[in-house]
């Protein structure tokens, strides 16, 4: 590609609409326009490493026997799943159709910007795995991620495994400002888990007597630390009540379901384990009128004295219980009455749960749940996650050997490309500009041609045809201070320059664009050069 003829102009000066630093100089670059906060047009230089990226993204598939199909751009995201699904079942009916691995590229939109670049539209690819048995399908899931960190790594980003609530994922630590995720890691064990999933280990409380149960007033404390510190204990001694509603908050909507969740007050809830635990996509906060419905009293609420299911059955208030009510002894906690606390709580004694379990959010310093070494908290980009889906779908099914009809093991996988292109771009530059890996380059060669001489024009011309379309060539009636400085910019991996003083030394000028040093080369030896520094893009996944 020459840039004479190139659509989009690199630019001076960073963009008005500020961002993060590699977005700053993809725009400056001419990779990238903004056409609204979140949204951005790709330039052709852009949409070359948007293609790159696809184009590994789908050599790796093929070392799964991924098959990739297209989706029509009317299927909103959120029945992406049902769809793949309903055409699995049109074309799976047996043990010989299985395995599968299918896999689209999309585009998703959202009104919360999220990511690097505070997208509002991203594209990803999205697949599905098809099996006759779970474990199987498991451990296609391993190989998807360690596949796809492969083809991550060729972007020379660090990646992190991490466990999910249903399976793992990948991610690259990033500054907490830019991050879109937290994981929590252990330092000592290894141990690594996003936030919606990571667990820690509870202390084992000293044995002390039980105290009595007894109300107390507690006036004007509107918040746990202040009824700790009212009573005089810390947060730790206190319980917490925390409601949720599954269902809409409208006059003419069925009773939602209440959920009353009681845990120590010096933890939070972690809502993704809440929802997994029940089974619901979404939860709201519950309000006054629904609390009292309950018989509990909002800001001095908790399961004493109230009817509480035994199961999810049965009748009554739904109580859903941290394990760390286990954790502890003689607690603080509401009366059911306003301006008053209960002292001497204990569980089970005192109230009673209809689900037991770990909803608690991680905090960095707690103890890892494997060692018990303090956890740390590490901020990080979403890049890949693979997620088992459950053990069997009943959606689709198949026929075994026997002639049995039996439920189709089902894994969702996703790459996230321009989380993926940002990392990079966050990683690769300098004061100068981006500097690209070969693997993501727009181009392999940036070629440049300094002054009107003949000889230079001709040389440079037949390198750029024997380049075969992998360089861009700077042909423009430009001076070599500007020239130098968009090759910076556009950041490919390597640069040639002929000029008259280049061709009187030997040849070539080559220079790396992460290195300083320069050295001619013999013109009929560019090409083999390139090839040799990994340069020619031979072995890339453009066409």
């Keep these: ?96 159709d299985l395995p599968r691995l299918l896999y689209a590229f999309s585009r998703r939109t959202a009104d919360t910007p999220r990511g690097l670049w505070r997208w509002r539209e991203w594209e990803l690819l999205t697949a599905v795995a098809l099996h006759t048995d779970p474990a199987e399908r498991d451990r296609l899931g391993t190989r998807f991620l360690e596949t796809v960190g492969r083809a991550l790594a060729r972007g020379e980003v660090e990646t992190i495994r991490a466990e999910t609530l249903s399976g793992a994922a990948l991610l690259s630590p990033h500054p907490a400002g830019r991050a879109d995720s937290i994981l929590f890691r252990c330092p000592s ?39 700790a510190a009212f009573v005089g204990v810390p947060t730790s001694r206190t319980l917490k009540a925390v409601f949720y509603a599954v269902g809409p908050d409208t006059a003419e909507a069925a009773s939602p379901l209440l959920v009353f969740v009681v845990i120590r007050g010096d933890l939070e809830v972690n809502e993704a384990k809440l ?107 979403l890049l890949a ?24 093991a089902v894994g969702w996988g996703a790459v996230y490309l321009e989380s993926w292109i940002a990392a990079v771009t966050e990683k690769g530059r300098d004061e100068y500009g981006l500097i690209w890996p070969s693997a993501l380059a727009p181009f392999d060669v940036h070629l440049v041609a300094l002054g009107q001489d003949e000889t230079v024009r001709e040389v440079a011309e037949s390198i750029y045809r024997r380049l075969e379309g992998r360089v861009l060539y700077d042909d423009r009636d430009e001076s070599a201070g ?51 520094r990994g340069f020619s893009g031979r072995n890339s996944s453009h066409p």
């Design 482 to 532: 500007v020239k130098f400085a968009d090759a910076d910019l556009i950041g490919c991996p390597l640069r040639l320059t002929v000029s008259r003083r280049s061709l009187e030394a030997g040849g070539v000028e080559v220079k790396a664009r992460r290195e300083k040093e320069r050295r001619v080369v013999p013109v009929e030896s560019v090409e083999q050069d390139a090839d040799e």
């Design 385 to 408: 996650a693979w997620d088992s889906g459950g053990p069997e779908s009943e959606e689709v099914r198949y026929t075994d050997p026997a002639g049995q009809e039996r439920p189709v």
């Design 275 to 381: 929802c997994r635990l029940l089974g619901v996509r979404d939860l709201r906060p519950a309000t006054g009128p629904e609390i009292r419905a309950a018989g509990a009293e909002p800001g001095y609420a908790s399961p004493v004295g109230l009817r509480v299911r035994p199961s999810l059955q049965s009748s009554g208030v739904l109580v859903v219980g941290d394990l760390s009510v286990q954790a502890g002894a003689n607690f603080v906690a509401g009366a059911n009455r306003e301006g008053y606390h209960f002292l001497g709580v204990n569980y089970p004694r005192d109230f009673a749960v209809t689900l037991l379990a770990d909803i608690a959010q991680a905090q960095a310093g707690l103890p890892c749940a494997t060692c018990g070494a303090p956890l740390e908290e590490v901020p990080a980009v």
């Design 1 to 96: 590609m020459r840039m004479s003829r190139i659509f989009g102009r690199t630019l001076r000066e960073p963009p008005a609409e500020g961002g993060a630093e590699g977005l700053q100089r993809a725009i400056r670059a001419a990779l990238l326009r903004p056409l609204e906060p979140g949204r951005y047009v790709y330039l052709p230089l852009g949409q070359r490493v948007l293609e790159r990226a696809r184009g590994l993204l789908r050599i790796a598939m093929a070392e799964l026997d991924g098959q990739e199909i297209a989706l029509p751009v009317s299927v909103p995201p959120e029945q992406l799943p049902k769809l793949l699904l309903s055409m699995a079942a049109r074309e799976v009916s047996s043990y010989r």
């Design 189 to 227: 064990c290894g141990y690594t888990a996003t936030a919606d999933a990571a667990r820690f280990r509870l202390p084992t409380p000293e044995p002390e007597p039980l105290e009595e149960l007894r109300p107390v007033p507690t006036p004007d404390c509107a918040t746990i630390a202040d009824v």
